[in-house]
């Protein structure tokens, strides 16, 4: 199942998925990328982080999707072969006709497209209403994510993306971020959703998919950590309350790939519908080696780090280079040893929770800080 959100802001388009699908197969893992439990529901299917659900279709046009995965793959890869033929909307009527005569279908899409640079589409077509797409909306949710913690979800992410007047390039970290933040606190996965989200951005000139980022969980109090020497966790080891953890996430060839100190591994989420290359090719690019060493880097562009004792982010903006800046220092002591030395400020920060509000509200704290400022 799944959680999608899409939004348009000024004149450009956004969009960000997670990676949770149900299917009858026994769990890779027993966790999540996060620490979710991955488990058998009640009906003895599995949910788990396994599956991609944003696909680039052309260079101006993404779509994402809910639903049967086959049916997904399927109507996306005939939808792709088909970009440029005719208007989105009668593609997708004309696909939808062909696929529907094998059988009913369960599917939901969101297509965003910025094929004219100055009217962006967002479109999204249900099956069960196929004769009815809803045409060129500002923000939509698809999925099988429902309740509180769906609307709680949808609140926060339109208060900071809409409310706030944020730098456009930043929206999408700050959007996965706080996703991220409702997969840690509530477990996303017994809810048929959840695992590693990613995201992408359409403007009037590019399509681009988020920047790497890396997630450090914390806990909220340093109190029995040394404030100078705090060390993640090794990467081939779960985790103690006392250690972080890190996830790194990034998109390479338009393949998601996450690395996770949680999980102990790192995974690729490779379909077909994405690749402008083959799998063997894109392997043989981005081998395990290669992938690996850009791990032990850390040298992603956005840190997000999330409290696991209450629902709070700080976000710190690097150039993308070495992890050495006025906020952190990061070092590779060798091995899978890994050592992060932190500023006053930044500790402060971490430790610092969400402001009270009214008993309606869920509280939530957001801080960001640029450390390419001299």
């Not at 949910?47 to 052309?58: D, P, Y």
């Not at 923000?139 to 913690?149: M, Q």
């Not at 081939?236 to 953890?245: D, H, K, M, Q, V």
């Not at 930044?346 to 610092?352: C, I, M, P, S, V």
Request: contains cysteine; negative net charge.
């Amino acid at each position: 199942m799944t959680f999608v959100v899409a939004w348009k802001y000024q004149n450009e388009l956004f969009c960000i998925a997670d990676t949770a699908i149900t299917h009858p197969r026994q769990p890779g893992n027993p966790v999540s990328s996060f620490g979710e439990s991955q488990h058998k529901q009640d009906d003895g299917h599995t949910v788990e982080e396994t599956g991609a659900k944003i696909f680039r279709l052309s260079d101006n046009i993404a779509i994402a999707y809910s639903g049967v995965v086959d049916d997904a793959r399927r109507f996306i890869k005939l939808l792709k072969g088909k970009i440029g033929l005719a208007p989105i909307p009668k593609l997708i009527t004309e696909i939808y006709r062909e696929i529907s005569i094998q059988g009913d279908i369960s599917l939901e899409l969101i297509i965003l497209d910025n094929s004219s640079s100055t009217n962006p589409e967002m479109i999204v077509w249900k099956s069960e209403t196929p004769d009815d797409p809803i045409i060129d909306c500002e923000f939509f949710s698809i999925g099988s994510l429902t309740g509180s913690i769906h609307s709680d979800m949808i609140l926060t992410l339109q208060k900071y993306m809409q409310e706030y007047r944020l730098p456009l390039d930043d929206y999408l970290a700050i959007s996965l971020g706080i996703s991220q933040t409702f997969v840690i606190h509530n477990n996303l996965m017994q809810y048929y959703a959840g695992g590693a989200f990613f995201g992408i951005h359409l403007s009037s000139n590019r399509l681009k998919w988020q920047d790497d980022i890396t997630y450090i969980l914390h806990p909220s109090s340093f109190a029995t950590i040394r404030a100078q020497n705090i060390s993640l966790a090794d990467t081939n080891s779960l985790p103690t309350a006392a250690n972080f953890n890190k996830i790194t996430l990034i998109i390479r060839d338009n393949v998601p790939v996450v690395s996770s100190s949680i999980s102990g591994t790192y995974k690729c989420f490779l379909d077909t519908n994405s690749l402008e290359i083959t799998p063997d090719q894109w392997d043989d690019r981005w081998d395990h080696n290669r992938l690996s060493t850009y791990f032990k880097s850390m040298a992603s562009k956005y840190y997000i780090f999330i409290s696991l004792s209450w629902l709070s982010i700080v976000i710190v903006k690097t150039n993308g280079g070495l992890p050495d800046n006025k906020f952190f220092r990061y070092s590779n002591l060798g091995g899978d040893s890994h050592q992060f030395t932190f500023c006053t400020e930044l500790l402060n920060l971490l430790q610092r929770p969400p402001p009270k509000v009214g008993s309606d509200e869920k509280s939530f704290r957001l801080e960001i800080r640029d450390a390419t400022d001299n």
